[in-house]
């Protein structure tokens, strides 16, 4: 018997997991509408919006914070998290990326609706009249390359960890951590530099949504990544039970194929 569900199985006569009273739901409810509405009045610049930006923002990740610590303690110190919850949380992990696949088929398929058939709006032509496409063989290259290495060593990290070699996997998290860091670092150089912006026809508003959207789950990723490491290090997996990892890993994953498909389609074939 796995001695973090000991304390669960002296006290309870089933392997699931009742949550207990939370007020993360809720709040992060409210704050999540908030953070929307003041994005949205920064978009028609309204006064004093960046101020309820950034207080939604803090909020927001504190409330995070919060939940993810109560998560922690729920899997490691209490044990809640037998074999039967495990398998519920990989169940949900994996239908909330075919959620992710569908949200992002999507978009894909408003950009093969404009490009394979470009109205009269746009010239008839994909790329749009007097768009300046993107070079794919110079930063989304070597970005592509970077989220592949990135891959290579978080399956590395994985593998550490499944054969108990603690500071393998804590090296493959942390080469993992810094490509993804420099891969944001990189597109937000070339949003910077593009000629041109999300209002330039369908093609910039395709383009900054696939791209934009991929880049927010990136960050996201980097960030689950970043706590697995800090759990990693302070002995919360063990080679048999690292379902908050695995997860990670999956998502990982999951934004690498999404860019192996922005590059192919967007940036090659696309322009």
């Not at 009742?18 to 929307?36: A, H, K, N, T």
């Not at 949380?89 to 959620?99: E, Q, T």
Request: aromatic fraction near 22%; charged fraction near 10%; charge should be neutral.
């Amino acid at each position: 018997m796995n001695l973090k569900n000991w304390n669960l199985v002296q006290n309870e006569k089933h392997p699931f997991h009742l949550v207990d009273r939370s007020p993360w739901p809720i709040i992060s409810s409210f704050i999540g509408l908030q953070f929307v509405l003041s994005l949205t009045l920064c978009f028609y610049q309204y006064d004093n919006c960046l101020a309820y930006l950034h207080f939604s923002t803090i909020v927001l990740i504190f409330v995070v914070f919060q939940w993810f610590k109560d998560i922690i303690i729920e899997s490691t110190f209490q044990g809640k998290h037998t074999q039967k919850v495990q398998k519920g949380l990989k169940m949900g992990m994996l239908l909330f990326i075919v959620s992710e696949v569908m949200f992002f088929f999507s978009f894909f398929w408003a950009f093969f609706h404009s490009s394979l058939a470009p109205t009269i709006w746009i010239g008839c032509v994909w790329p749009p009249a007097g768009i300046e496409v993107i070079n794919y063989l110079h930063l989304p290259l070597l970005n592509t390359i970077i989220l592949l290495s990135s891959g290579v060593s978080l399956t590395w990290s994985h593998r550490s960890i499944v054969n108990n070699d603690r500071l393998s996997t804590i090296y493959g998290l942390i080469i993992t951590i810094a490509w993804g860091i420099l891969f944001s670092l990189l597109q937000y150089y070339e949003y910077k530099h593009s000629s041109f912006s999300i209002n330039d026809s369908v093609y910039g508003s395709l383009f900054f949504l696939l791209t934009g959207f991929h880049g927010f789950h990136v960050l996201m990723g980097t960030v689950l990544l970043i706590v697995s490491f800090f759990r990693q290090y302070y002995y919360h997996f063990l080679n048999n039970q690292h379902i908050g990892f695995e997860a990670s890993i999956w998502y990982w994953h999951f934004v690498d194929v999404v860019w192996i498909f922005l590059y192919i389609f967007l940036y090659c074939w696309g322009a």
